[in-house]
């Protein structure tokens, strides 16, 4: 049996399953991070920055290895004033991650997962390749929302241009995700999904895949089409396979059935 795919998460990778390399700002570190990243030299030559967000290396998800961990989503900071005065553009942030990224990931950027895929990966060896995200907008934390508006369409812009799938972290903000939504090609994963069956088939409407964690809404887990659907532990220091135990319960299925299904989702997700 393939090991259990964990989508998303903020802990290194237990045994028996198998987590994504992911890269993003996630709105409540936002102050922080950014205040990590170099300068973006817009329209001057690009200098490679030391990777100040993540690991060296690139760490690839094959079973054993440890990926790398998305920003931990522990204690909410106050942004300083000075980033709360500093004006970030969009474009300014998306440069600056993008220069940050082509430090830390060796592979050619800007080129889809099938393209990258290398001789001898097996069918189910994710390779290299990774999410954006999380990232998104939250109005119940202390980040200025125009801020995180800021980084969030600088991320989408970088899912786009490097063809990787987004990682969405919403909280009281669906008028403004679905509005950015629109324009966008790359899949968007609804990260943490814990609301009702009616939301739930808006987004499904709107196209978005939804990722469970261990809260969830019972009728959303048990309705949730097989082909929309990823099961994570974010913060829960949990092993995932305890989560696939219940929501097979739930689904009338079984953990492994489940998990093939996950993992044939992220598979189709990245054309792969
Ligand atoms: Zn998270």
Redesign the pocket.
């Known amino acids: 049996m393939p090991l259990y795919l964990n989508f ?3 802990r290194l990778t237990l045994e028996g399953e198998i987590t994504l390399p992911s890269f993003g700002l ?1 709105p409540w570190h936002l102050a922080e991070q950014l205040q990590n990243l170099p300068s973006p030299n817009l329209g001057k030559k690009k200098t490679l920055p030391s990777p100040t967000l993540g690991k060296k290396t690139l760490p690839s998800p094959s079973p054993g290895k440890k990926a790398l961990p ?1 920003p931990s ?1 522990g204690k909410k900071t106050l942004p300083s004033p000075s980033l709360v005065g500093r004006e970030w553009s969009p474009i300014e942030i998306e440069e600056s991650l993008y220069c940050h990224i082509q430090s830390a990931f060796p592979q050619p950027l800007g080129t889809s997962r099938r393209s990258t895929h290398q001789e001898g990966e097996s069918e189910r060896e994710p390779g290299a390749f990774w999410l954006i995200g ?1 990232c998104g907008l939250d109005r119940l934390c202390d980040t200025p929302y125009p801020l995180q508006l800021a980084a969030f369409e600088a991320q989408i812009s970088l899912s786009e241009r490097l063809h990787r799938p987004l ?1 969405l ?1 919403c909280v009281r903000a669906v008028d403004d995700v679905l509005r950015l939504h629109r324009s966008t090609t790359q899949p968007w994963v609804w ?2 999904f814990r609301g009702k069956p009616q939301q739930m088939q808006q987004l499904l409407q709107h196209g978005f895949y939804l990722s469970f964690g261990f809260h969830f809404n019972a009728e959303s887990l048990c309705t949730c089409p097989a082909e929309r659907l990823f099961l ?1 532990t ?2 829960d220091p949990r092993p995932v396979a305890d989560l696939y135990a219940t929501a097979a319960d739930l689904r009338h299925t079984t953990p492994a059935t489940l998990n093939q299904q996950c993992w044939d989702n992220l598979m189709s997700m990245h054309n792969v």
């Open positions: 998303h998460t903020h996630h998305s989503p999380e990682v972290h990260h943490g994570e974010d913060d």
